[in-house]
């Protein structure tokens, strides 16, 4: 016979955007009260956050999704794009101890496009700051996630920042260059263009080779305008000349960012083939001994890592925070809705908000208006 209580039952709400605020916010104390039972410490953060932060560490292209206001006693302030970097904040200025939290709470993000994704929405987070093994609170913080959405059967996905930053590093260049790849990890399209650049793939446009060129570029200049003062202007030219100076980057140093950009395999064939690129590119080993590491104890913790997907680029477009471990959670019943949850490894934003401190981090967050509505459909 058919099951009357759910051939009678209510329909569920039509898009997520339709949960009501009550559902969204009794899921996000059910699955708060999960992470607290496991011994996370509530914490809660401003929704009004000191914009030169966030500026500080994402430069001005945050301002594309964030939102920007002014105080007249704070200065610039803007709406709390996530939790991460303020319950950092909160921590290092308490000291640099093992702890773990949980929060809840709207964040606000922009969107550049009509897409019907929303533009403010309830987080549920979990971070843990601990020194000691960073696999085993990789593998403490995925599997709670995982564990914890397994009933809408979602599919996992996994990466790893920090073998892409320990490539770059490898790179016989400049010390400049490395640092202007690894600044723009997060933005591919403007890494791979400016790979291109340094391997002599693409001709320096006319009018920088003018200038470069220039005995004196300031010459014939007219009246300064905007923030940039003489000397900066010569100091830039000058790192320009030296950079279009230097030696290209091997095409062979390219073609091995190449292969491991292209690496989208289960986790076991994607370990092999980043070691078998690490022969030719040792930088990598560090990193690729780590990953081996996470997946022993994702096993250990009953994850499937035979059938888990690992893409080398995944997460590129995230919070630039990101520099290991990367995952996320999505529907493939329905492709259209953004990640239900998704986290990281993120040491270097500690050491950057540390003030001379650090301690290893990782985190993730759950978008609980999301798990409603996909609760509803199963």
């Avoid at 022969?279 to 780590?290: C, E, K, L």
Wanted: negative net charge; glycine residues 8%.
């Amino acid at each position: 016979m058919p099951d009357l209580d759910m051939q009678h039952r209510a329909p569920g709400p039509a898009k997520p955007a339709d949960v009501s605020r009550a559902a969204t916010r009794a899921e996000a104390a059910r699955l708060r009260a999960a992470f607290e039972a496991a011994g996370a410490q509530v914490v809660e953060t401003a929704i009004l956050q000191p914009a030169a932060t966030l500026l500080d560490l994402y430069g001005e292209d945050i301002r594309a999704r964030a939102y920007v206001t002014s105080d007249p006693l704070k200065g610039e302030q803007m709406l709390r794009p996530d939790f991460t970097v303020p319950v950092v904040q909160m921590h290092m200025a308490g000291g640099a101890e093992p702890a773990r939290y949980t929060y809840s709470g709207e964040v606000f993000r922009r969107q550049e496009a009509d897409t019907g994704r929303a533009s403010e929405y309830v987080q549920v987070g979990y971070e843990v700051f601990e020194r000691g093994t960073p696999a085993q609170s990789d593998a403490e913080v995925f599997a709670r996630l995982h564990d914890m959405l397994a009933p809408l059967k979602l599919r996992a996905m996994t990466g790893d920042i920090g073998v892409l930053m320990a490539a770059v590093d490898g790179l016989g260049t400049t010390s400049a260059r490395k640092a202007a790849l690894r600044r723009h990890i997060w933005r591919p399209r403007r890494f791979r263009a400016l790979l291109d650049r340094f391997a002599g793939r693409t001709p320096v446009p006319t009018s920088r080779a003018a200038l470069l060129q220039a005995v004196d570029p300031m010459a014939g200049a007219g009246p300064m305008i905007g923030l940039r003062s003489a000397t900066e202007i010569t100091a830039r030219i000058d790192a320009l000349r030296a950079d279009a100076a230097a030696p290209p980057v091997a095409e062979g140093e390219v073609e091995l960012i190449d292969a491991i950009l292209a690496v989208r395999e289960t986790c076991p064939n994607a370990l092999e083939r980043l070691r078998d690129i690490a022969v030719d590119m040792p930088s990598i080993n560090g990193a690729v001994a780590q990953l081996a590491a996470r997946l022993e104890a994702l096993a250990a913790r009953g994850i499937d890592v035979d059938h888990l997907p690992f893409e080398a680029s995944y997460g590129r477009s995230q919070m630039e925070y990101y520099d290991g471990f990367v995952f996320g959670f999505t529907s493939e019943a329905h492709p259209e809705l953004p990640a239900v949850a998704t986290g990281g490894r993120y040491d270097a934003l500690t050491r950057q908000l540390g003030q001379g401190r650090e301690i290893p981090a990782v985190g993730g967050v759950i978008r609980p208006g999301l798990v409603v509505w996909l609760g509803d459909l199963s």
